[in-house]
């Protein structure tokens, strides 16, 4: 599996709408993310971000338009870790045992070692043989950041990445993703206006009933186009 | 990892996850001991009529327990949108519909395993010079059963009406697989008992029918 560092993705929606029945989620969203950009979407409920992101993971299909993959190495096997809404974890299995599932499936090489240095990184150590079940909605979140990283992804997709982790988890997540972004890691993730979490973003991009009206890199204008007042 | 890799992983979590919870395992078995003692009940058939119809009530039951069965098995992965973080992990997804049929099959020939002591004993009919000829018709029966179920609840799971739709869908689609295995169980349960090659001819084609259908398009039954 590459490490961002040898496998950077870039992404290119072209056109794009996905459409629900009579309602669109996205309309004719055209969208350039360059490897290694972190960007943080922004926008109210139902503007699209999350399809956008769920596209973007090859998990649903636009009505009309195209997504397309930029790689900056041709021959690395790029992964892509999405944290959702749902956490994406079984709740009948262990915290240990989804990891080992997921890096079996994903094809990790020395999983024990991998999933017990996850384990412990987002403060489960000590319950990873508990049942998902038992666990707050916090502690499930940080099994599912766990489940996105097992792999070192080249593409990371976040939606609402800190929704229920208290503010130790929090700022460990901050701190995990400004490591990924700095090695190159294309970061993609839907906030709901300003936060620690946005501080991360080198560029800022808010929908609107489905279109991007508002893309910004660093500057003056950044907070305003996170925030809901913004236009 | 490979495809079959990919799909042994795939299995050991369904029957991990079974074998924890038991909850479809217990509801199939206590569904279809109730159908099968109801018909018992209800026919109090003598040997002969045991001979004739039995074979056809107990694959009935069977059927029934399997449109109880197949209904969770993607409706499971929607709690936590697990199915989403498995087509991202498997390179195809035909490995996921691998699994979940090696699991339905697993679960539901022990289910029948199970039932037919029971049944012999309801029935009063005697199989066990048969016990091989049995165990083949059950295995490409409930294969049979599996693949086609497993495609189909893929299908309703994203269905409005889901818990209705997989009967309606599933009970026509496997009335060949009824009338072949029950052609096949009467002959071996008879008073002269033979073997139905023909009838296990059209079980293992229907079985590799489905299963090459299900890696053709299977991809396209678990978009959203």
Redesign the interface.
């Given at each position: 599996m590459a490490s961002p560092a040898e496998c950077k993705v870039g992404l290119r929606f072209e056109k794009v709408d996905k459409r629900y029945g009579t309602v669109y989620a996205l309309r004719n969203l055209t969208l350039t993310i360059a490897p290694g950009e972190c960007v943080a979407l922004a926008g109210r409920n139902g503007s699209g971000k999350t399809t956008l992101l769920?596209i973007a993971?090859?998990?649903?299909?636009p009505t009309r338009g195209s997504l397309s993959f930029s790689e900056s190495t041709e021959n690395q096997n790029p992964h892509?870790g999405?944290v959702?809404?749902?956490?994406?974890?079984?709740?009948?299995?262990t915290a240990e045992?989804n990891l080992l599932?997921?890096a079996?499936?994903?094809?990790v090489t020395k999983r024990k070692e991998r999933v017990a240095e996850l384990l412990f990184e987002v403060g489960l150590g000590e319950r990873k043989d508990s049942l998902v079940r038992t666990f707050s909605r916090g502690m499930r979140q940080r099994v599912a950041i766990a489940?996105a990283l097992l792999a070192n992804p080249s593409l990371l997709l976040f939606d609402e990445p800190a929704t229920g982790l208290d503010p130790e988890a929090t700022t460990w997540l901050i701190g995990r993703l400004r490591t990924l972004r700095d090695s190159g890691c294309t970061i993609v993730m839907s906030l709901h206006g300003e936060s620690e979490v946005a501080r991360l973003a080198t560029r800022a991009v808010r929908l609107e009933a489905g279109s991007v009206v508002a893309d910004t890199r660093a500057g003056t204008t950044f907070q305003s186009v996170l925030s809901f007042t913004g236009s | 990892?490979g495809l079959l890799s990919?799909a042994a992983?795939?299995l050991?979590?369904e029957v991990?996850?079974e074998f924890?919870?038991r909850e479809l395992l217990s509801t199939t078995i206590v569904f279809v001991l109730i159908v099968v003692v109801l018909f018992s009940f209800t026919f109090d058939p003598t040997t002969n009529e045991s001979h004739r119809f039995g074979p056809g009530l107990l694959w009935l039951a069977f059927l029934f327990a399997a449109s109880l069965m197949l209904q969770p098995c993607f409706l499971r992965e929607q709690?936590?949108?697990?199915l989403?973080?498995?087509?991202?992990?498997?390179s195809d997804p035909f490995a996921i519909f691998l699994a979940k049929i090696g699991a339905n099959t697993l679960f539901l020939l022990l289910t029948e395993l199970l039932m037919l002591p029971v049944f012999a004993a309801l029935f009063n009919v005697n199989f066990r010079g048969q016990l091989p000829g049995i165990l083949l018709t059950f295995l490409l029966g409930s294969l049979g059963i599996s693949t086609a179920g497993t495609a189909l609840a893929a299908i309703s799971a994203q269905a409005r009406m889901r818990e209705l739709l997989l009967p309606l869908l599933l009970l026509p689609l496997l009335a060949p697989i009824l009338v072949a295995s029950t052609e096949v169980t009467v002959g071996l349960m008879s008073a002269d008992p033979a073997m139905q090659w023909k009838g296990i001819g059209f079980l293992a084609v229907f079985d590799v029918v489905f299963l090459t259908a299900l890696w053709l398009f299977g991809e396209y039954l678990l978009?959203?």
């Open positions: 769920r993971a090859n998990l649903t299909r892509t999405f959702a809404h749902a956490t994406m974890v079984y709740d009948e299995l045992e599932f997921f079996k499936l994903l094809g489940r | 990892m990919n992983a795939l050991g979590k991990r996850t924890r919870s709690t936590n949108d697990t989403s973080a498995l087509r991202l992990a498997v978009e959203e």
